[in-house]
């Protein structure tokens, strides 16, 4: 299935049905009068989130999308059908933007949740509505309202717990594949991954979803490379897991590289949670480790966790991965801590 996180749609709501001028013409009846019967309510455009998703290609080939008119009303008081709502399934995480792809409109972040972006137009009134104890046999019949137009973005940020994030041929391909079922491609060539990879790691009962994103390169936030067009995967991410190829002869420069193009992203990235994996220590003896482990710690701070490990052999993988659910761990009891605060403090 081809990954598709970002597309522009035309939308409009069902224009209201007409209402009907009409009159009581009937044998034996002695009194007659209007009876001319309301339009019907256009459809609404409604956006659900759909857990099942985790792409936008189905808007990829098909960009306008119309919800059905109300139909008009007719004689003996009869109210025209509503028009039927158009529903637009979408993954779950997707923003749904202005046309100037700049204010967010709505953010669907739970299964099964729904918004009614644009509202069908009313229907018009018929006669019968406008008949008074003065105005017996009024001719008078509204148009329906009509729809609402627009033009917005689609964008999907894919709900991961763990961002991993690096340069590219860091390993982390290789390592997604190791924790988890997934198969990214692997090569040895730099932008293998050309879109974000998502894999689910366990470690007993729990599990974490992980998130592998296109490598950054120096400049990425200039437009370089790929770009940081995807780094906003990460923003929902709980944990950011920087792998850094131990080959390199200076660990530390790619370490500050990567985080400067983090911080030039902005979206509070550099603030998160961070562990730093020194990758690829099968092709180094243990000297050279420990220097390298030396300078990313004194680079990195002492509140940033730096571990050895090989995605290829396995060697440091566990540890890595013990850690990722531990600071997940960590920041979900506070995020539910302030939930609990949050609760006693609203006013009742």
């Given at each position: 299935?081809?990954?598709?996180d970002?597309?522009?749609?035309?939308?409009k709501?069902g224009?209201?049905g007409?209402g009907?001028?009409?009159?009581r013409?009937?044998?034996f009846?002695?009194?007659?009068?209007?009876?001319?019967?309301?339009?019907?309510?256009?459809?609404?455009?409604?956006?659900?989130?759909?857990?099942?998703?985790?792409?936008l290609?189905?808007?990829?080939?098909?960009?306008?999308?119309r919800?059905?008119n109300?139909?008009?009303?007719a004689?003996?008081?009869?109210?025209g059908?509503?028009g039927?709502?158009l529903v637009l399934?979408?993954?779950?995480?997707?923003?749904?933007?202005?046309?100037?792809n700049?204010?967010?409109?709505a953010?669907?972040?739970?299964?099964?949740?729904?918004?009614?972006?644009?509202?069908?137009g009313?229907?018009?009134?018929?006669n019968?509505?406008?008949?008074?104890?003065?105005n017996?046999a009024p001719r008078?019949a509204?148009?329906?309202?009509?729809g609402?137009?627009?033009?917005?973005?689609?964008r999907l940020?894919?709900?991961?717990?763990?961002?991993?994030?690096g340069?590219?041929?860091?390993g982390?391909?290789?390592?997604?594949?190791?924790?988890?079922?997934?198969?990214?491609?692997?090569?040895?060539?730099?932008?293998?991954?050309?879109k974000?990879q998502?894999?689910?790691?366990?470690?007993?009962?729990?599990e974490l979803?992980l998130?592998?994103?296109p490598?950054?390169?120096?400049?990425?936030?200039?437009?370089?490379g790929i770009?940081?067009?995807?780094?906003?995967?990460?923003?929902?991410?709980a944990?950011i897991?920087?792998l850094?190829?131990?080959?390199?002869?200076?660990?530390?420069?790619?370490?500050?590289?990567?985080?400067?193009?983090?911080?030039a992203?902005?979206?509070g990235?550099?603030?998160?949670?961070?562990?730093?994996?020194?990758n690829?220590?099968d092709a180094?003896?243990?000297?050279?480790?420990?220097?390298?482990?030396?300078?990313?710690?004194s680079?990195a701070?002492?509140?940033t966790?730096?571990?050895?490990?090989?995605?290829?052999?396995?060697?440091?993988?566990?540890e890595?991965?013990g850690?990722?659910?531990a600071?997940?761990?960590?920041?979900?009891?506070?995020?539910?801590?302030?939930?609990?605060l949050d609760?006693?403090?609203?006013?009742?």
């Amino acid at each position: 299935m081809q990954f598709l996180d970002q597309c522009k749609l035309y939308l409009k709501s069902g224009d209201g049905g007409r209402g009907a001028a009409s009159f009581r013409r009937e044998k034996f009846i002695e009194f007659g009068g209007p009876d001319g019967g309301n339009g019907g309510n256009g459809g609404d455009i409604v956006f659900a989130a759909a857990e099942n998703l985790n792409t936008l290609i189905d808007f990829r080939y098909r960009q306008h999308f119309r919800a059905a008119n109300g139909r008009p009303g007719a004689g003996r008081e009869k109210t025209g059908a509503n028009g039927d709502d158009l529903v637009l399934q979408v993954p779950v995480g997707t923003q749904i933007m202005d046309e100037d792809n700049r204010e967010v409109l709505a953010d669907l972040i739970r299964p099964g949740q729904r918004v009614v972006l644009l509202h069908g137009g009313d229907g018009g009134f018929g006669n019968a509505h406008y008949k008074t104890s003065t105005n017996r046999a009024p001719r008078r019949a509204d148009p329906g309202w009509p729809g609402t137009e627009a033009w917005v973005w689609l964008r999907l940020k894919l709900i991961a717990d763990v961002g991993l994030v690096g340069m590219p041929n860091a390993g982390k391909s290789t390592f997604l594949a190791s924790v988890s079922h997934a198969r990214p491609k692997i090569a040895d060539y730099p932008f293998t991954t050309l879109k974000p990879q998502l894999g689910v790691v366990r470690l007993g009962d729990d599990e974490l979803v992980l998130a592998d994103l296109p490598g950054l390169i120096e400049g990425a936030s200039e437009g370089v490379g790929i770009g940081t067009r995807f780094l906003g995967h990460v923003e929902r991410c709980a944990v950011i897991l920087h792998l850094i190829d131990g080959t390199l002869d200076d660990v530390a420069a790619t370490y500050r590289a990567i985080r400067e193009e983090l911080a030039a992203y902005g979206h509070g990235l550099v603030s998160k949670p961070e562990i730093v994996g020194l990758n690829k220590i099968d092709a180094l003896d243990a000297e050279a480790v420990a220097a390298k482990l030396h300078r990313l710690r004194s680079t990195a701070g002492r509140i940033t966790t730096v571990l050895p490990l090989s995605a290829a052999t396995g060697d440091g993988v566990p540890e890595v991965v013990g850690k990722l659910f531990a600071v997940l761990a960590e920041h979900r009891a506070a995020q539910h801590q302030g939930a609990m605060l949050d609760a006693f403090a609203e006013p009742t």
